[in-house]
C-alpha cells in the first residue's frame, strides 16, 4: 500500500484479556519497528524486524509482550493478560534504507 | 544507551513568527544521525528534517532549518514564519549509523501556534 496501515484505530479491552494489533508494512520495506508511546511520553522502542534476521526483542517490556512478521510483511504485536499500565498509543513504523522511516497512525489501547 | 532530551515541554509562537525548539543528546559515537519528527492529533508521526553527523553543514527544508552543533551535542530546530499547521508534538530523534538501530526519541515539545 502507499502507507503504513494500522488495525484496530482504537482498541478497549479488559484488564487480563489478550490483543493483537496488526501492521502492514509498505511493501517492499524490508525493516519493521513497534513502539510504544505512553500518555504524554516519547516513544519507546519495543521490537525490530529486519528480513529474514532474528528480531531485536530487547525493547519488550516482559514476557506478555510478543510479535511476529509473517512473510517478512505483515507484523502481529499480541499482548498477553492486559494490564492497565499497558494503555498507550501502539505505533509501527517501516523503513528500506537506514533513514527511510514512514509510521502508520497507531493503535490506542485502552485497558480498563 | 544514547538519551535524548528536549528541556521545553511546551512551547508557544504567533503565526508568521520564528520559534526554536531546543534539544541534546548523549553519545559517545562519532557517526549518526538526527531527527526531528511532527506528530500532529492525527498521531502518524511525520519526518521533518534530519542530519547526518558527518556532515557540517546544517539541513534545511523550506521553513524548517536546524542548528547542529555535534561538540555540544545540541540539535535544535528552528520554524520559521510560524503557520497555524505547524501546532503539534515534536520530537527529536537519534539513531546510530549502521544498520539495526531504532531510533530514540526525547520526551517532546508541545508546540502552540496562535493567531
Known amino acids: 500500500g502507499a502507507g503504513v496501515s494500522q488495525s484496530p484505530s482504537n482498541k478497549v479491552t479488559e484488564k487480563g484479556k489478550d490483543v493483537e494489533l496488526r501492521c502492514d508494512p509498505i511493501?517492499?520495506?524490508?525493516?519493521l519497528y513497534w513502539y510504544r508511546q505512553s500518555l504524554g511520553q516519547g516513544l519507546e522502542f519495543l521490537i525490530y524486524?529486519?528480513?529474514?534476521?532474528?528480531?531485536?526483542k530487547s525493547g519488550l517490556p516482559s514476557d506478555r509482550f510478543s510479535a511476529e512478521r509473517t512473510g517478512g510483511s505483515v507484523s502481529t504485536l499480541t499482548i498477553q493478560r492486559t494490564q492497565q499500565e499497558d494503555s498507550a498509543v501502539y505505533l509501527c513504523a517501516s523503513s528500506l534504507g537506514r533513514l527511510g522511516y514512514t509510521f502508520g497512525s497507531g493503535t490506542r489501547l485502552t485497558v480498563v | 544507551a544514547q538519551t535524548v532530551t528536549q528541556s521545553q515541554p511546551e512551547m508557544s509562537v504567533q503565526e508568521a513568527e520564528t520559534v526554536t525548539l531546543s534539544c541534546t543528546y548523549d553519545?559517545?559515537?562519532?557517526?549518526?544521525?538526527l531527527f526531528w519528527y511532527k506528530q500532529p492529533p492525527s498521531r502518524q508521526m511525520i519526518l521533518v528534517i534530519r542530519q547526518e553527523a558527518y556532515k557540517q553543514q546544517n539541513a534545511t527544508e523550506n521553513r524548517f532549518s536546524v542548528n547542529f552543533q555535534k561538540a555540544a551535542k545540541s540539535f535544535s530546530l528552528k520554524i520559521s514564519d510560524s503557520q497555524l499547521g505547524d501546532a503539534a508534538m515534536y520530537f527529536c530523534a537519534y539513531r546510530s549509523a549502521g544498520s539495526g538501530y531504532a531510533l530514540n526519541f526525547g520526551k517532546g515539545t508541545s508546540l502552540l501556534v496562535t493567531p
Open positions: 524486524f529486519q528480513g529474514n534476521s532474528a528480531p531485536d
Open positions: 553519545t559517545s559515537e562519532s557517526d549518526y544521525y
Open positions: 511493501s517492499g520495506h524490508t525493516a
